[in-house]
């Protein structure tokens, strides 16, 4: 058993170090992780410049690669060539803040192990409910580690489908106070992003994407619920974005290429 570990908050981050190490119980581990913070950063496919990787070394004396990539190229570069060794399964993590609902298309911890079931291995995403505010190196990662060996083992007893991956949140607290696991769907997360507008010092204007962190609806049976009840979430994941129960409806509008309008010829005229 050949286990890649990746993560989005870089090679030198200890969510990363708590996961490699949580895993050596199944096998060889390899770590090829981005050099640098990728958090947010989507799925990534680097394909206009080079990509650099250089030998690293964990806190704990494992050997690592850093790549300049993001975490879904890392993936890309293990799975086509860097590593000599086929693996077999893929986890990303542990990222210090949660990914739930609409996060999961943000999250580089998440698109990392979605590059995985794009190569047709299993994958899962790990990712902790940290106290806000805090320093990521203040945060104790082996409650949540011991939670990915567990969730590892079923997901290798049991297999997990092609093209599907699993994202996993955890409860920031003692393991023996988590509440259990409990298999959830994404809930509604509620981004409350605002635009600041300042001047630069030769007097042009920037734009940030700042206002507070989101907060999210706690129902029932969603990933945001899960983690206010103590439980762990268990999140099915599947490349498949197609809206499936919307392909009937859509196809009987009205469709006929007479209905389009002509296109503008040259001069602009119709
Ligand atoms: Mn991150």
């Given at each position: 058993?050949?286990?890649?570990?990746?993560?989005?908050?870089?090679?030198?981050?200890?969510?990363?170090?708590?996961?490699?190490?949580?895993?050596?119980?199944?096998?060889?581990?390899?770590?090829?992780?981005?050099?640098?913070?990728?958090?947010?950063?989507?799925?990534?496919?680097?394909?206009?410049?080079?990509?650099?990787?250089?030998?690293?070394?964990?806190?704990?004396?494992?050997?690592?690669?850093?790549?300049?990539?993001?975490?879904?190229?890392?993936?890309?570069?293990?799975?086509?060539?860097?590593?000599?060794?086929?693996?077999?399964?893929?986890?990303?993590?542990?990222?210090?803040?949660?990914?739930?609902?609409?996060?999961?298309?943000?999250?580089?911890?998440?698109?990392?192990?979605?590059?995985?079931?794009?190569?047709?291995?299993?994958?899962?995403?790990?990712?902790?409910?940290?106290?806000?505010?805090?320093?990521?190196?203040?945060?104790?990662?082996?409650?949540?580690?011991?939670?990915?060996?567990?969730?590892?083992?079923?997901?290798?007893?049991?297999?997990?489908?092609?093209?599907?991956?699993?994202?996993?949140?955890?409860?920031?607290?003692?393991?023996?106070?988590?509440?259990?696991?409990?298999?959830?769907?994404?809930?509604?997360?509620?981004?409350?992003?605002?635009?600041?507008?300042?001047?630069?010092?030769?007097?042009?204007?920037?734009?940030?994407i700042g206002g507070d962190a989101p907060t999210g609806v706690p129902e029932e049976g969603t990933d945001i619920g899960a983690?206010?009840?103590?439980?762990?979430?268990?999140?099915?994941?599947?490349?498949?974005?197609?809206?499936?129960?919307?392909?009937?409806?859509?196809?009987?509008?009205?469709?006929?290429?007479?209905?389009?309008?002509?296109?503008?010829?040259?001069?602009?005229?119709?």
């Open positions: 058993m050949h286990i890649l570990v990746t993560n989005d908050d870089g090679v030198m981050a200890p969510g990363l170090l708590a996961l490699a190490q949580a895993m050596q119980s199944f096998g060889q581990v390899s770590v090829v992780a981005p050099d640098h913070n990728w958090s947010i950063s989507g799925h990534v496919k680097t394909l206009n410049r080079p990509l650099r990787v250089v030998e690293a070394t964990l806190a704990d004396g494992t050997p690592a690669l850093a790549s300049d990539g993001a975490p879904s190229d890392c993936v890309a570069l293990a799975v086509l060539g860097l590593l000599p060794e086929p693996i077999d399964f893929v986890v990303s993590g542990i990222n210090p803040v949660p990914n739930l609902g609409h996060d999961l298309t943000y999250s580089g911890t998440v698109t990392a192990a979605m590059e995985a079931a794009i190569w047709g291995l299993p994958a899962v995403a790990f990712s902790l409910d940290g106290p806000e505010g805090e320093h990521m190196s203040e945060i104790d990662y082996s409650p949540a580690a011991r939670v990915a060996a567990e969730v590892v083992s079923l997901a290798l007893k049991h297999g997990i489908a092609s093209q599907t991956l699993l994202s996993v949140n955890i409860p920031y607290r003692p393991y023996e106070q988590l509440h259990g696991f409990q298999v959830t769907r994404q809930g509604l997360r509620i981004y409350r992003d605002a635009l600041i507008k300042r001047t630069d010092p030769r007097g042009k204007p920037y734009y940030w983690l206010q009840a103590g439980l762990v979430s268990i999140t099915p994941v599947q490349l498949d974005l197609t809206a499936h129960q919307l392909v009937a409806d859509i196809a009987a509008w009205e469709w006929s290429l007479a209905e389009a309008p002509a296109a503008p010829g040259k001069d602009g005229s119709a």
